[in-house]
């Protein structure tokens, strides 16, 4: 029988004390980190704390970091968890206070799907139908990945601007928002897009990191559906807000000079507005910055793009134009899935 070390991030609350703790178990071939975390919790400390309910990585509740990345430990095979890192490190979730060892209050993360609203608003006045309200299944093409989360908070765990700024919705959030402003049950699709673009940490606080995509155990795709907000958004004309004067002025400055240019973008980003002044002004300090490091000057020489490097930029950006929006692209590659399931 294969041994397996573990190092386990504790956190006693009684003496306030973190410390690591190393424990070793026999495992056999298809048991997973949840099983052996048991093991350890049966056979040799009863103090270790974990959450875990279903062991099919449907509750979601068993989310922990398995050496640095968030996932579910029921859903997490032993030799695969070795491969990253042995002896395995074992830690809480990150971005939540942690309550005992590997339990952490959720509380954070659960609160931003109230700040999304992430619930039916259906249209007033309505006549009830006989049966049920039913989606057409090519609008549920659109977000079928967005319905499948179990809010396990993997994503959210490894989410880099989660953990430098609270009010981020972040990943799970924002993807349940997604699934609501795509229903075509739901009445509030334009009040959503506009609340999401102007909210603070709403879509356009994503750095786009890709840690939710690779950390999700359900392949909601979050960062996707981040990402087809911001087009939804822009496409319903919610674009007085400055992630959309950003997003627009960094591409337009690329497409026409070839690089990005870090002098105008600010402004561009601030636009003509009351408000904008003080915004530029913020700016000073790290303008100053970059003056004196000569970042701007060496940025500006070593991505001035050539003639023929123009017309490279500006063949990829035609070729992005005229291709079909990825929203379609999703929608083909989820319908195919979906055709799948049903044969399966
Ligand atoms: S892609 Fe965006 S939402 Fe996802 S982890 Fe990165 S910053 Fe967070
Ligand atoms: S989006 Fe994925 S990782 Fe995030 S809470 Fe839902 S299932 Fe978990
Ligand atoms: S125990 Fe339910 S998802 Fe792991």
């Not at 495992?27 to 997973?32: D, F, K």
């Not at 350890?40 to 979601?60: E, K, N, P």
């Not at 490091?293 to 490279?312: N, T």
């Amino acid at each position: 029988m294969p041994q397996q070390t573990f190092v386990i991030d504790r956190y006693d609350p009684v003496e306030d004390r973190a410390y690591e703790q190393e424990f070793s178990v026999d495992y056999e071939a298809g048991e997973t980190v949840l099983d052996c975390l048991n093991m350890i919790r049966w056979d040799q400390d009863g103090t270790l704390s974990l959450r875990m309910s279903c062991r099919h990585a449907i509750c979601g509740s068993c989310a922990i970091k398995i050496n640095g990345r968030s996932g579910l430990a029921c859903q997490t095979q032993v030799p695969a968890a070795a491969e990253r890192g042995n002896p395995i490190h074992i830690g809480p979730q990150g971005n939540q206070t942690v309550i005992k060892d590997l339990v952490v209050d959720t509380d954070k993360f659960m609160r931003q799907f109230d700040r999304a609203q992430t619930w039916l608003k259906p249209f007033e006045g309505q006549e009830p139908p006989a049966r049920e309200y039913r989606q057409d299944k090519d609008d549920f093409d659109h977000w079928q990945h967005a319905s499948t989360c179990i809010h396990c908070g993997a994503c959210y765990s490894d989410c880099t601007v989660a953990s430098v700024d609270p009010k981020f919705l972040g990943p799970a959030a924002l993807a349940k928002a997604y699934r609501f402003v795509m229903d075509s049950r739901d009445s509030q699709r334009q009040e959503r897009l506009e609340k999401l673009s102007r909210m603070e940490g709403g879509i356009w606080d994503c750095t786009r990191c890709f840690m939710c995509v690779e950390a999700c155990p359900k392949d909601v795709l979050p960062m996707d559906a981040i990402m087809e907000l911001r087009t939804e958004a822009i496409k319903a004309g919610v674009t007085n807000n400055h992630g959309s004067r950003h997003s627009k002025a960094f591409a337009g400055g690329v497409k026409k000079r070839g690089r990005l240019d870090e002098a105008t973008l600010p402004i561009l980003s601030a636009g003509v507005r009351p408000g904008a002044i003080p915004e530029m002004l913020g700016y000073t300090p790290g303008a100053i910055r970059l003056l004196k490091s000569r970042k701007l000057l060496v940025a500006a020489r070593r991505h001035g793009a050539s003639k023929e490097g123009k017309q490279q930029i500006k063949r990829i950006f035609d070729e992005v134009e005229d291709a079909k929006h990825h929203h379609d692209v999703n929608r083909a590659a989820f319908s195919t899935h979906y055709a799948e399931a049903l044969e399966g």
